[in-house]
């Protein structure tokens, strides 16, 4: 790349608001062909409250650079309140390439695409990545880009729209059964010959409060999940996002994480762990998703019940609305029985815990089907649960 290239792309990370990680990696020089000659390039940017002020990682602005020297579409889409498409006022979309008409021109136009994004604000509350993307494949081919590289610049947090994780169980929830609940109720992005590149999922500032990076994983993996989905070809850039939010009048809405509250044991106790809980399992499986997690949440239960031989714990398994409900009792009544080995491991006795399993029918279930019948990846997790009371005497 040559050298009025590269100093563009650190006016342009320093311009748009850097983190203490872009800010490293400005005095880097990354070479042009790292980042390819993308068809076109469309920038989803999240620049709204409870997410870091929206910055160009290294690679995005090398891509940024490329697509300007080709003359290729240049695409800007809010993702904060109703979705909008802008379009930069660029020197090379007036004629000839950049490469044609020399790099001072590009660094005024790196320049020009940097102060586009720090003065993006939202119009309206909430936010609604899962729209916007369908906003740019859609501008992008209008643009004569099929097949763009559609790039998310966001914390992944919608708080509104098919993608709502202010629904209860959704940031646990199984990837591919998110993306299945969009499918199947006509809400997947066609993203069809393009690649999606998301770029700092799960990072959120104040006052939304900071995800565990359990669940920074599950929400990126739902993303990727969903763009797969579509059709997408799916690339992941975990930058770590350290800055303030924007200022705005616009709300976003709180995303709830999963509690994670230290287990206390007493008689006539009820425990309830879910989906969305340490002692949670891979899918269709009695392999905890995190042993060494599992084990610790069970860890005060099975001392309880070792302090005294007189006490009993009742395991009950449940799951959720899916396949026929003889299965869905058999994989409850396994898993509540790797529970049971689990606290026998940790010291309790066989005799004082037993087991069954009651697949979907129990009396907290939460329904879990729309009225068209697809399976609702939120209320799905939280049905899947290993229920625990205790007694003594």
């Not at 099929?146 to 998310?152: C, G, I, S």
């Not at 993306?179 to 010959?193: E, I, K, T, V, Y």
């Not at 939010?245 to 287990?263: M, N, Y």
């Not at 009742?314 to 529970?339: E, F, N």
């Amino acid at each position: 790349m040559k050298r009025a290239a590269l100093a563009a792309l650190g006016g342009v990370l320093l311009l748009a608001g850097c983190s203490s990680f872009t800010q490293a990696i400005t005095m880097q020089a990354q070479p042009a062909e790292t980042c390819g000659h993308p068809d076109g390039l469309v920038l989803i940017v999240g620049a709204h409250r409870d997410a870091p002020r929206p910055s160009l990682d290294q690679r995005t602005a090398c891509q940024v650079a490329a697509v300007i020297k080709d003359g290729r579409p240049l695409i800007l889409v809010g993702a904060s309140g109703q979705p909008t498409v802008l379009t930069p006022d660029l020197l090379s979309m007036r004629g000839g390439t950049l490469a044609q008409q020399g790099s001072p021109k590009l660094d005024e136009d790196m320049q020009r695409v940097s102060a586009t994004i720090t003065a993006m604000r939202p119009r309206s509350p909430g936010v609604d990545d899962l729209a916007a993307l369908s906003v740019a494949a859609d501008a992008a081919r209008s643009a004569g880009a099929p097949h763009a590289d559609l790039v998310l610049l966001d914390s992944g947090l919608d708080d509104r729209g098919a993608l709502d994780f202010t629904v209860p169980g959704l940031l646990a929830a199984i990837p591919a059964e998110v993306a299945s609940q969009l499918r199947n109720s006509g809400n997947q992005p066609d993203l069809r010959g393009f690649t999606v590149e998301l770029v700092g999922i799960g990072y959120s500032a104040a006052p939304q409060p900071p995800l565990a990076a359990k669940w920074r994983s599950n929400l990126t993996q739902i993303w990727a999940a969903v763009a797969a989905s579509g059709g997408g070809r799916v690339e992941v850039i975990p930058q770590p996002g350290m800055s303030a939010s924007i200022r705005t009048s616009q709300p976003v809405k709180l995303i709830p994480l999963p509690a994670d509250h230290p287990v206390r044991p007493a008689p006539r106790a009820s425990i309830v762990f879910t989906g969305e809980s340490p002692v949670r399992f891979e899918p269709d499986s009695t392999a905890f998703v995190d042993p060494g997690a599992a084990r610790r949440a069970l860890t005060p239960i099975a001392r309880w019940l070792a302090a005294d031989p007189s006490r009993h714990a009742r395991l009950v398994g449940t799951t959720a609305d899916v396949g026929p409900l003889g299965g869905q009792i058999a994989l409850s009544r396994q898993r509540a029985g790797r529970v049971r080995g689990e606290l026998i491991a940790l010291g309790a006795s066989a005799g004082q815990i037993s087991v069954t399993g009651a697949g979907s029918d129990f009396p907290q279930f939460i329904p879990d089907r729309s009225a068209a019948g697809t399976l609702l990846a939120g209320p799905a997790t939280l049905n899947r649960s290993v229920r625990i009371t205790l007694s003594s005497g």
